[in-house]
């Protein structure tokens, strides 16, 4: 063994190269050098990039931050050096762009990514799913008012987002949607808070576990972000019904199901939808009326309709997928119940995907009740003012036209034509419909200046829902408002833009690094893709490395 | 010390300090890395082995770190091998990633003279093998 000719670590040794095509040569090092000052070493005796180098010794791969000393490595020793070309990180940074997630969503993390207690999450989830939502998200009063009063335009808002699957995505690649989907307590309250839907969990364990599970919400986020595995996971879920209704009994068994899970929860949620101006107090209705209306159904239903043709039949047609739009609304809420009280998790997953997410905000929106902001908008002057704006379909025209310099009104043709609609402002002026509105009008407004389209949607739809957080607390409305949805914000000015990742992800990149990812840069970029959640970094880099 | 047949019994820990030097030092075949965990271990009991996957087989390319235990009673038995990096091979359990003697020749038939590397190399050479050469693999860089 060498082991005694460089007791002096700080004096030059000779280190044998073995290049995994056979070829040997030799560099001279010092045992203090880290192993990436090492590779830039290596590279001046080969043409393979330091970046590029992988470095084995004793069976190890060598990293980047250690020293060679660190691996016992002597003088005269060989160490195998391995163009890593197989790795998408190394292969080229811009792979990142064909990613589901664009880094470039990414790099607006949130300020401190541990800071992420229930209430900011709160907030940031308002943001995120308003954004998912569109539609109805940005006037919780208003989708209310359209489930009842079928608004046309509120559907065609919908489903304009919900054809977008880029902003679907980026939406739902925003950092803090991954912490609120990692945060079952918050799912969990959601769901809780509406006593009609808590019955029907308690009656079915089984849904009660899928909503417990953080990991089934976020794979069915995973999916939404993806529509490849949202497809894949759909044409699962519809194998796995039609085999259940070629079994025998299987079709009543469906049936049952569908009877015990999805009218039930139909109703929690389409009753109050109905009574309709309040759909804040249920989050469930907004949350199924929309979906009906987003996807499901033919634009002229609505949620009561939704409601009666959710008829005890299951449908006997091949199962149409619930992305779809055309599909009929019937059929759909076969195919999205019938897997929540299934037993196969995955089905289950989609289905719920295809139940709740989009929409959440709604249910979020639901909590309006007891904001303090409200009190703050009942404040009479700013009634009278609003009610001024609010009837008149030119004045509030105008204000749009200001508040909307990026022109999301202007490209967004059904929001221009819902506001100038004189029947909704007629409805929109219904008391509790303001109260409704009031609660985002406010923050709205410093809002929408600022941002650009993509952002504008998201911006309006956090706010909407974004009322929701008083309740959590105010100034954690303002962090959301200024942080959450700026760091959530698609390339919106970061609070904290000078701090490297390096710096700001230092021990989730070590423990990547523990884990044996060894790439630090594709281990910043997974980790400023996710703010920071090591666990979902490490989904992310594991899914990018079979790419 | 010499053992019945006349041949010179190399005691386990003489047998085992050669291994790691030729690890360390690239000596032999070269393809493959191995060495010590632990460096304090007086019984040098757990390595870690590294094989690059062969050209010409979906292997290529890639890096797969393995865990070579070798007990008291090696050379005369085994060491248990297992695979760290995911990999799909008709030799390893698909959960584990343990190598299964019984479907590994060297294992199943071991003999006191081969080494680690020996079984490094095999392992490589089965990469190849035309039952395992087009196997799908799971993502580089996960782990079992």
């Given at each position: 063994m060498a082991a005694d000719d460089c007791a002096d670590a700080s004096s030059a040794v000779t280190i044998n190269i073995r290049c995994s095509n056979g070829s040997k040569f030799t560099v001279q090092t010092t045992l203090d050098a880290t192993v990436a000052s090492f590779k830039l070493i290596v590279s001046r005796n080969c043409a393979v990039q330091p970046d590029l180098q992988r470095l084995i010794y004793k069976g190890r791969i060598l990293k980047d931050?250690?020293?060679l000393e660190s691996y016992g490595l002597e003088a005269d020793h060989t160490v195998h050096l391995v163009?890593?070309?197989?790795s998408p990180a190394s292969s080229t940074p811009p792979t990142s762009a064909n990613l589901?997630?664009?880094t470039g969503v990414n790099t607006?993390?949130?300020?401190?990514?541990?800071?992420?207690?229930a209430a900011g999450q709160g907030g940031a989830e308002a943001g995120g799913l308003g954004g998912a939502g569109l539609g109805g998200s940005p006037f919780p009063g208003l989708s209310g008012m359209f489930g009842g009063g079928g608004l046309q335009e509120m559907n065609n808002m919908h489903q304009q987002l919900l054809q977008n699957p880029n902003m679907m995505r980026d939406i739902l690649n925003m950092p803090v949607m991954q912490n609120i989907m990692n945060n079952p307590d918050l799912m969990r309250s959601m769901f809780m808070n509406n006593p009609q839907t808590r019955e029907i969990i308690d009656r079915n364990p089984d849904l009660a576990h899928i909503l417990n599970d953080p990991s089934i919400l976020r794979q069915t986020l995973e999916a939404a972000r993806n529509p490849e595995l949202m497809r894949e996971m759909m044409r699962n879920t519809d194998r796995a019904m039609s085999n259940i209704e070629s079994s025998p009994e299987g079709f009543n068994m469906l049936r049952r199901m569908y009877e015990n899970v999805q009218e039930p929860f139909l109703n929690a949620t389409t009753m109050s939808g109905d009574s309709a101006t309040d759909p804040g107090s249920n989050p469930f209705a907004a949350l199924l009326g929309n979906q009906g209306a987003a996807?499901?159904?033919?634009?002229?239903?609505n949620p009561s309709t939704e409601g009666s043709d959710?008829?005890?039949?299951?449908?006997?047609?091949?199962?149409?997928?619930?992305?779809?739009?055309?599909?009929g609304g019937g059929q759909t809420n076969g195919t999205r119940t019938t897997p929540v009280g299934g037993d196969a998790r995955t089905p289950g997953i989609a289905g719920l995907g295809g139940l709740g997410f989009p929409d959440m905000e709604q249910m979020l929106g639901g909590?309006?009740?007891?904001?303090?902001l409200n009190r703050m908008l009942e404040n009479p002057v700013m009634m009278q003012m609003m009610q001024n704006l609010l009837s008149n379909p030119q004045y509030m025209n105008q204000i749009l036209g200001n508040l909307d310099p990026s022109g999301m009104l202007g490209s967004n043709t059904q929001i221009r034509e819902m506001l100038q609609n004189p029947q909704f402002i007629q409805q929109l002026t219904s008391p509790a419909a303001l109260q409704q509105l009031r609660g985002l009008q406010q923050p709205f407004s410093p809002l929408?200046?600022?941002?650009?389209q993509a952002q504008n949607q998201t911006g309006t739809a956090g706010t909407g829902t974004g009322t929701v957080t008083p309740n959590m607390g105010m100034d954690m409305l303002m962090n959301m408002l200024s942080g959450g949805l700026g760091g959530g914000?698609?390339?919106?000015?970061?609070?904290?833009?000078?701090?490297?990742p390096e710096q700001r992800y230092a021990t989730q990149l070590s423990q990547l690094q523990e884990m044996g990812f060894f790439d630090t840069q594709e281990n910043i970029r997974a980790l400023s893709a996710t703010s920071g959640n090591v666990h979902a970094a490490v989904e992310r880099l594991l899914g990018n490395l079979g790419q | 010390m010499v053992g019945g047949s006349g041949e010179v019994v190399v005691p386990r820990n003489f047998r085992l300090l050669e291994e790691l030097e030729r690890g360390e030092k690239g000596?032999?075949?070269?393809?493959v890395s191995y060495g010590m965990d632990?460096?304090?271990?007086?019984?040098?009991?757990s390595w870690t082995g590294t094989i690059i996957g062969p050209r010409g087989?979906?292997?290529?390319g890639r890096i797969y770190q393995l865990k070579l235990f070798c007990d008291k009673d090696y050379p005369e038995r085994p060491p248990t091998v297992r695979f760290h990096s995911r990999i799909n091979l008709?030799?390893?359990?698909?959960?584990?990633?343990m190598v299964e003697p019984k479907k590994f020749n060297i294992l199943e038939n071991w003999?006191?003279?081969?080494t680690m590397e020996h079984i490094l190399t095999h392992l490589k050479k089965e990469m190849t093998a035309s039952h395992n050469r087009k196997l799908a693999q799971p993502p580089d860089g996960s782990f079992f």
């Open positions: 931050d250690q020293t163009r890593g070309a197989s589901p997630a664009s607006g993390a949130t300020e401190n990514p541990t800071n992420t207690n996807r499901a159904r033919d634009p002229s239903q959710g008829s005890p039949i299951p449908n006997t047609n091949p199962l149409p997928n619930p992305w779809n739009n055309a599909a909590n309006q009740d007891s904001s303090p929408a200046p600022q941002q650009g914000g698609l390339g919106v000015p970061n609070t904290t833009p000078n701090v490297p | 000596i032999g075949d070269g393809t632990d460096g304090d271990d007086i019984y040098m009991r087989s979906i292997h290529d008709t030799c390893v359990n698909h959960n584990t990633g003999q006191r003279e081969y």
